[in-house]
């Protein structure tokens, strides 16, 4: 049973049980019988089929096969004698027994705690990935009965111990730093027993919805804040140039009327567009003599005689 709070995924064993019967063996044993059946009509005698069948009974039962990835562990009468594998190999019927098959390939394994409370007292959901090789596989069938369970287990407290030590800005933020302490934690403990952590992925971190909800009310008030801030200082550096300017328009009355001229200008040069002006600012821009000028010579193009 696994604690409250987690699951695993087991999908996938880490082992593979040892097969009483290889394909090879099966083989062996119906040629000797074949052949024994052949010789046994050809001599008249049943000794011989009893025989080639005793044979081939034999290596049905010593031949093994083992694939590339996998090792597997000879016991005889109860004693270590080595590993065999990969490939085909013999036992002695009876007298040796087998360990289950160890699958050498990198493993994954599915951690999640559920309803775990970080530092600042917060529960999360935490989807963690561990990867693990076994390296020795000796020792994981020697040290320890099932590494397999081992292995999740000791991921599961891991994971939880880890939580509560960060705060959840950082487990939000720093999960390659939460991942890289999980898998150290792990290789310490895993390997005694011939496995290996390569490397612990934070797959995923949930919080309560009202949080969820909380935290982004914060992050929008907080950008309100900072366009406040961004507006008020463009509108104090725009007044700051506005006091500049006025000062050199003061000492410079020719440069005020050009700006104002310009200023009106730009306000007028869309076709279509009308702008009242007061009496004030045209004698202060001086337009009215530059408007009356403008249209006598105007009126004196449109007068003038053609022959």
């Known amino acids: 049973m696994f604690p409250k709070g987690f699951s695993v995924n087991t999908s996938g064993s880490s082992v593979v049980r040892a097969q009483p019967v290889s394909s090879i063996g099966a083989t062996v044993f119906a040629i000797c019988v074949l052949v024994g059946v052949a010789l046994g009509a050809i001599l008249k005698t049943p000794l011989v089929v009893l025989a080639f069948a005793l044979v081939g009974i034999y290596f049905l039962f010593a031949i093994k096969v083992a694939q590339q990835w996998e090792r597997v562990a000879v016991l005889r009468l109860g004693r270590y004698q080595g590993l065999k594998g990969p490939g085909i190999f013999t036992i002695v019927p009876i007298v040796d027994q087998l360990s289950d098959f160890i699958d050498q390939r990198i493993r994954v394994t599915d951690v999640k705690a559920e309803s775990s409370l970080t530092r ?8 963690a990935i561990v990867f693990w090789v076994v390296w020795n596989a000796e020792k994981s069938i020697l040290e320890v009965e099932n590494f397999f ?4 287990m000791s991921a599961q407290t891991a994971l939880r111990e880890s939580i509560g030590r960060h705060m959840l800005t950082e487990m939000l933020t720093d999960r390659e730093v939460l991942g890289k302490e999980l898998q150290r934690i792990l290789d310490e403990k895993t390997n005694p027993w011939g496995v290996t952590v390569q490397s612990v992925e934070i797959r995923d971190v949930q919080i309560p919805q009202e949080l969820q909800d909380a935290m982004s009310r914060e992050a929008q008030a907080q950008r309100e804040r900072h366009a406040r801030i961004i507006l008020g200082t463009a509108e104090t550096e725009i007044s700051e140039k506005f006091a500049v300017a006025a000062e050199h328009y003061r000492d410079n009355p020719i440069a005020l009327q050009l700006r104002a001229m310009n200023m009106l200008y730009e306000a007028i040069k869309e076709k279509g567009s009308m702008v009242i002006v007061p009496s004030s600012a045209v004698e202060t821009m001086g337009l009215g003599g530059i408007m009356g000028t ?8 449109d007068a003038a005689p053609t022959k």
Do not use: C
């Open 149 to 152: 369970s081992a292995i999740t």
């Open 294 to 301: 403008t249209a006598l010579a105007r009126g004196s193009s």
């Open 120 to 127: 600042d007292a917060v529960p999360v959901f935490v989807d």
